[in-house]
């Protein structure tokens, strides 16, 4: 009798270099938040304890738009730990209308439609009562704009 197994998908660990607790209470409301450093005003991804800009520690989180453009993308086979069961998955990157680029995965999707540019906007998976990770899939209500 062959068996099943279903692999548990590791959990975010905040706080291990970094403050990074704001991000992950902000997610369970839906909201994704960047850093913005308050002396340039330019956003960074990912967290830091200082500026990429400035090297200074003058950094506050706001709140992202969640909307965005798809930059490039990979439609995975090989599984890295905790995603065995997830295959296949998209990873992507995606820039944000903030004008960073994030490293996430596409869902609700057809890898065949996909093209440099589309419209995406981020949409939340629930790991747990503590823990919504950051997605984006189609953004159906955008015009449709294949480059």
Request: proline content about 9%; aromatic content about 12%.
């Amino acid at each position: 009798m062959k068996s099943t197994k279903t692999s548990k998908r590791p959990l975010p660990k905040p706080n291990i270099y970094m403050e990074t607790q704001p991000f992950w209470d902000a997610a369970k409301n839906g909201d994704f938040l960047v850093q913005f450093c308050k002396d340039t005003d330019n956003a960074q991804w990912p967290p830091r304890p200082v500026s990429v800009y400035t090297g200074k520690r003058n950094l506050e989180w706001r709140v992202s738009t969640g909307k965005g453009k798809l930059y490039t993308w990979t439609n995975t086979l090989s599984a890295w730990p905790g995603h065995e069961d997830r295959l296949p998955y998209l990873c992507a990157m995606v820039e944000l209308e903030e004008g960073i680029r994030v490293v996430t995965n596409l869902v609700d999707c057809d890898p065949e439609t996909l093209f440099d540019g589309m419209a995406l906007m981020l949409i939340w998976e629930k790991l747990n009562e503590d823990f919504f990770f950051p997605c984006f899939t189609p953004d159906l209500r955008a015009p449709f704009q294949r480059q």
